[in-house]
């Protein structure tokens, strides 16, 4: 077999296309903006782009760039939102767009920009629907991506378009299929997917000799990541690696999954937003594994949460074990396992003679979260519950885990009602020195989400609050810079277009394509996600992210002195009596 040349375009580009004369004065501005932020100035806000009335998106158009998923009433944007936008640019940013979205506001961010219809900029290709489907296969959204491609009029032939639905098809457990797409290709067959899927498929055809020479021409090429090589030399040789590797995408997991290595919720550290989809899907995975990927997948956005309800309802649990959750979460806090029991337990109690109990116990398995994929994961799937707690009796550390479990749902007010439960009454003398310490870190959380809420509240306790982003901000000092400095700044470049020439689908990729910087700490990249969320019209997002990445920040570092968890957790069953009973204020 020759070697092959790899084609002029791949699908990792990441090259962001200057304008003429501008080069210079984005350098300008990267330096204006670190100084202004490493200061303490504030950044100016770019204006957030006023979205025009709803209107319904067209569910068939003629290309797979332009066709959408989404009405307005969804969160679709607004079908300009491509207007005046280049489509070398938004190929880049599509190129950068998150496989592991850094937080619940990116990854519907992703979902709400990428599944808005809008018609595609001049001089598009099939190659930029192509790059849209294979972005949502990635991070997970697989069903969105099959959908749109068969709604539109996406050529199979696009090297793009077929390794979107051939990520698909390695995902949904169907190599084969992906392997047919591969020989059927007419082009693009160098590229680099396509290349290391052939190893798979030779594999697969218990063609090894293929499969190894195919493996030793990816080497010479140098395309054989790290975590590429304990999967191939399997493949190649038919011995499983002495230790289990760690699957990072969709061509890793059809491996494991050909080679039948053993896959534990530790090996998932690194997975792309579609395997922990794929695996938590997969009812021939042992449940503790696919509960541990349901929870990643749902902390990144891209996992809602009727399916992840479905994965703790179809877990095989002993019934005497439900029945004992309760005591297993106070013994055993620790283990991923409880969050199964304790939803199940939760599950049954819905006679109105339970509600006590039931609000005690959701309280217990919200508490008992030492994770922020486990404390999301449990505010998603107890949102629904909470709600209907409203006017409900609860005790003070109750209602100080549902108060945060509102604001991870994004419901500010919420949250503020369940605050103004914690108080009472007595107002924040009437509170344990650890409750009020607790109120005052809630309530501080809530300025991040929600500001005019969180000073209202604030007033109601005569408290000063602190900054919610201070603990973020210092567990990030020092931390590596995440992406090239020179692809930020491209997409600082893209950012600043699209805000000036008003395109919210451009500034929402680009909020995307510096989000992995921004959450490993980058300034730079944080104010291009912040202004560019603002600038696609997605505020209510930008607002979200804000609140998530200081509360992910109280998992990260320690508590200062004096400050503790909210502790419904330690609560004693028996004491429960002599605890008062606070009532939110029931919302309009």
Known sequence: MAEMEP????????????????????????????????????????????????????????????????????GALAPGLWRGARADTLAALLDLAPRRPASPAIGEAMRRVLLSAGDAPPGATSALGGRKLLALARAGFVEEARTIASLSSAPRGDPYVGQALAVADLLEGRPEEACRRNAGLSSGRDEIFWVKLRVLCYALAGERDAAELTFDILRERGAVEPADEPFFLALTTGAAPKTPPAPENALHLAALRQLALPLA??????????????????????????????????????????????????????????????????????????????????????????????????????????????????????????????????????????????????????????????????GL??????????????????????????????????????????????ARAGAPAHGEPETLARVLEAAFEAARADIPGQAGLAALAASRAASGGDPLAQVIVAQSLRAAGLEDLRRRLAFETAWKARFAAPAPAGETRTAAAEQDDGEEGLTPRLKPRKRP
């Open 7 to 74: 084609a002029s375009v791949s699908p990792g580009s990441s090259a962001i296309p200057p304008e003429k004369g501008r080069r210079g004065g984005v350098a300008a501005i990267v330096l204006a903006l670190a100084a202004a932020f490493g200061a303490g100035q504030a950044v100016p806000a770019v204006a957030q782009v006023a979205p025009p009335a709803p209107v319904e998106a067209t569910p068939l158009a003629r290309d797979a760039f332009a066709t959408g998923l989404l009405s307005r009433g969804d």
């Open 265 to 426: 919720p530790e090996l998932l550290g690194r997975a792309d937003a579609g395997v922990l989809r794929a695996v938590a899907r997969d009812e021939s995975a042992d449940i503790a594994t696919r509960a541990a990927a349901a929870r990643m997948a749902a902390a990144m956005g891209v996992m809602s949460r009727e399916a992840l309800a479905a994965v703790y309802a179809a877990a095989p649990v002993d019934v005497a074990e439900v029945a004992q959750a309760a005591d297993r979460a106070r013994a055993r806090p620790d283990d991923p396992m409880t969050d199964i029991l304790l939803y199940q337990s939760v599950a049954q109690m819905n006679a109105p003679e339970f509600l006590r109990d039931k609000a005690a116990r959701i309280a217990l398995a919200l508490d008992a979260a030492n994770t922020f994929p486990r404390a999301y994961a449990a505010s998603l799937l107890y949102a629904e519950d909470i709600r209907a707690l409203e006017g409900a009796l609860v005790a003070p550390s109750e209602a100080a885990a549902f108060a945060l479990a509102r604001m991870a749902a994004g419901d500010g007010e919420g949250a503020a009602g369940w605050l103004s439960a914690m108080l009472g009454t007595g």
């Open 429 to 474: 003398a009437g509170l344990a020195e650890e409750q009020a310490m607790a109120f005052i870190d809630l309530a501080s959380l809530l300025a991040a989400l929600d500001p005019a809420a969180a000073r209202r509240i604030a007033d109601q306790a005569g408290v000063v609050l602190d900054d919610p982003m201070a603990r973020a901000r210092a």
